[in-house]
Nanobody, 118 residues
């Protein structure tokens, strides 16, 4: 399975961006896909996840009400719509995928930079 992120960039605080994660390969093995982010000097943290079977979503408290994760199964693509961006959202965003319902992620994309200017 290969994951390729796109859509990052520079945006002013209060603005919006949409990240995309295109998957290819044996994608039917994927149970959960997620977005994580890592800011300079900080650990990678969960942003949002979505299950392949039924589209159940989960969000970090810091992004609830502002970010939305959704999927387009026909395109094998997951999205992260980010609204009301804050300077604290500045990070490299990574798309990940795992084959099991729980546990470590098996696949990662290369990451895309999101910079929010205040």
């Amino acid at each position: 399975v290969q994951l390729v992120e796109s859509g990052g960039g520079l945006v002013q605080a209060g603005g919006s961006l949409r990240l995309s994660c295109a998957s290819s390969g044996i994608t039917f093995k994927i149970n959960v896909m997620g977005w994580y982010r890592q800011a300079p000097g900080k650990q990678r943290e969960l942003v949002a996840t979505i299950t392949s079977a039924d589209g159940r979503t989960n969000y970090a408290d810091s992004v609830k009400g502002r970010f939305t994760i959704y999927r387009d199964n026909a395109k094998n693509t997951k999205y992260l719509q980010m609204n009301s961006l804050k300077s604290g959202d500045t990070a490299v965003y990574y798309c990940g995928a795992r084959e099991l319902a729980f546990g470590a992620y098996d696949y990662w994309g290369q990451g895309t930079q999101v910079t929010v200017s205040s």
